[in-house]
């Protein structure tokens, strides 16, 4: 809701889903704005997801802003920044598979996963196939593949299996697809695009995007400014509907 910090919004984005368990996890992250000067360009909003593959469970995590040249791109993720919400989000059974940035890789295997390799986007190699040994994979992830291996009524198994090896997509662009849906909500909440507000606010719009992305409708939307109004007139609120959003005003 308006004046909330950007750890309570992220709470409340994740209330559902803590832990992705018995699953392939897709890592992936996005921004959701840029401001330029002369000088340099600054990467707003960045918001990291980790999506279940079969489940469609997601978790969202706010990202620092980076600062790049002028023409340059926002680059990869580094270690810090995905160290622990790689810890938080991947469950027992789970099995990661992120693009071909080192620090989710790194990530994955301090925290004791094994993870999918293949996907190269400077390459444009975007769902390639790819196996994994299986004495490589803990019991319960391992139990996890072969389920998948067996076919569901008309549908085909998603991962094939020989003696020593699983076989499965490395990648399907799913965590890419969460990334594209919250920054469409942020469109329709007027946070992108000609007539978006102004300022470097980008991280919390991008929490409450997913929020309402979440839980959609209507009544989300009113329930919100409900407790807004209500914390105003209680004076727990002390700032103006203009800058509930605003990130430096959040305490």
């Known amino acids: 809701m308006p004046g909330q910090s950007l750890s309570?919004?992220?709470?409340?984005?994740?209330?559902?889903?803590?832990?992705?368990?018995?699953?392939?996890?897709?890592?992936?992250s996005g921004r959701m704005?840029?401001?330029?000067?002369?000088?340099?360009?600054?990467?707003?909003?960045?918001?990291?997801?980790?999506?279940?593959?079969?489940?469609?469970?997601?978790?969202?995590?706010?990202?620092?802003?980076?600062?790049?040249?002028p023409g340059r791109g926002?680059?990869?993720?580094?270690?810090?920044?995905?160290?622990?919400?790689?810890?938080?989000?991947?469950?027992a059974g789970t099995l990661g598979a992120p693009d071909g940035g080192r620090a989710f890789h790194g990530a994955l295997r301090d925290a004791g996963k094994s993870s999918l390799h293949g996907v190269n986007h400077?390459?444009?190699v975007f769902t390639?196939?790819?196996?994994?040994?299986?004495s490589s994979l803990d019991a319960r992830t391992r139990q996890m593949?072969?389920?998948?291996?067996?076919?569901?009524?008309?549908?085909?198994?998603?991962?094939?299996?020989t003696k020593l090896y699983f076989k499965v997509?490395?990648?399907?662009?799913?965590?890419?697809?969460?990334?594209?849906?919250?920054?469409?909500?942020?469109r329709r909440m007027g946070n992108l695009g000609r007539t978006r507000s102004k300022g470097l606010q980008k991280n919390v719009q991008a929490m409450a995007a997913a929020a309402l992305h979440r839980q959609c409708g209507l009544d989300r939307v009113l329930a919100a400014l409900k407790e807004y109004r209500l914390?105003?007139?209680?004076?727990?609120?002390?700032?103006?509907?203009?800058?509930?959003?605003?990130?430096e005003k959040c305490e």
């Open 122 to 124: 400077m390459k444009k």
């Open 74 to 91: 926002m680059g990869a993720e580094s270690r810090a920044e995905v160290d622990q919400p790689i810890k938080d989000a991947m469950g």
């Open 231 to 247: 914390d105003y007139s209680k004076g727990i609120v002390q700032m103006t509907p203009k800058d509930a959003f605003l990130h």
């Open 169 to 186: 997509a490395a990648g399907d662009n799913s965590a890419e697809n969460t990334v594209g849906c919250i920054k469409k909500v942020m």
């Open 8 to 28: 309570s919004v992220e709470h409340k984005v994740d209330d559902f889903y803590t832990k992705i368990k018995d699953e392939i996890v897709e890592p992936d």
């Open 128 to 134: 390639p196939v790819t196996r994994v040994l299986k």
């Open 33 to 69: 704005g840029v401001a330029k000067t002369p000088s340099q360009k600054i990467h707003l909003g960045r918001t990291l997801v980790l999506k279940g593959r079969f489940t469609k469970q997601w978790i969202a995590k706010a990202l620092p802003n980076t600062v790049s040249k």
């Open 145 to 161: 593949m072969e389920k998948k291996c067996k076919s569901r009524g008309s549908k085909k198994p998603a991962v094939a299996q």
